[in-house]
């Protein structure tokens, strides 16, 4: 199966011209399923550009009305109309700074499901969490699963634990892996899912993502602060 890299820009860049110079330096490669994530207001100008490219497009959340009296939100169906085929939703940094619950989490994946985009649901521990020990970081997964995931049946996940988010220090390969596969076991039997998807996020680059790809059971990953540097978002789809 094609590994799915979604590089997510966050709020970056601040202007037009220098997107669309980062998105022209992503080539295009047959061995991976490439996404972009750009800020909304980048969206509709790059998907003209995707449509030569094959390079797909992500937003980096979305409401859960399809329309009406919500300023400042963007519907699902706005995305589904403008070509957009995935979403992320459940960000750490959404739930950090707009206090993102469970709940509006769990709504936001319904409506986008429903309106046809592919979700990414993002899910993981805080170091204090991850201090406590693999139990219990696997008990706070499983439990944000089971309120993120309600009444879904597909979806793609990345395994983000916060503490390697944007710090330099990405989980270890090997235990990125380990969570990944109590997901995984979790989406099949809990969940019945047939062949879930899950990728790893915390602070890859060039010199690690190999590390994280090579295993059959991580199927991709979500890259942040490398994908704002054109020389390593060719040196990581280069090692793919
Ligand atoms: P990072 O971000 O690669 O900068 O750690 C990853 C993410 O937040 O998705």
Known sequence: MKKLIIFNWKMNPSAFK???????SIL???????????????????????NKSKIELAAQDVFWENQGAYTGE???????????????????????????????????????????????LCVG????????GQKVVENFVRNQLA???????????????IWAIGTGRACPPEDAREMIKFIKRILT?????????????????????????????????????ASLKPKEVKKIIQLL
């Open 18 to 24: 220098e997107a669309k110079r980062l998105f022209n």
């Open 28 to 50: 295009y490669t047959k061995k991976a399923e490439l996404i972009v994530a750009p800020p909304f207001v980048y969206l509709n100008a790059l998907k003209v550009k995707t």
């Open 74 to 120: 963007v519907s699902p169906l706005m995305l589904r109309n403008l070509g957009v085929k995935y979403v992320i939703i459940g960000h750490s940094e959404r739930r950090k700074y707009l206090g993102e619950t469970d709940e509006m989490i769990n709504k936001k994946v319904l409506a986008a499901l429903k309106a046809g985009l592919k979700v990414v």
């Open 125 to 132: 521990e805080n170091l204090k969490t991850r201090q406590r």
């Open 147 to 161: 309120k993120d995931f309600k009444g879904t049946k597909n979806l793609i996940v990345a395994y983000e634990p």
């Open 189 to 225: 039997t809990k969940y019945k899912l047939r062949q879930p998807k899950v990728i790893y996020g915390g602070s890859v680059d060039s010199k690690n993502i190999k590390d994280f790809v090579k295993y059959k059971e991580i199927d991709g990953a979500l890259v942040g602060g």
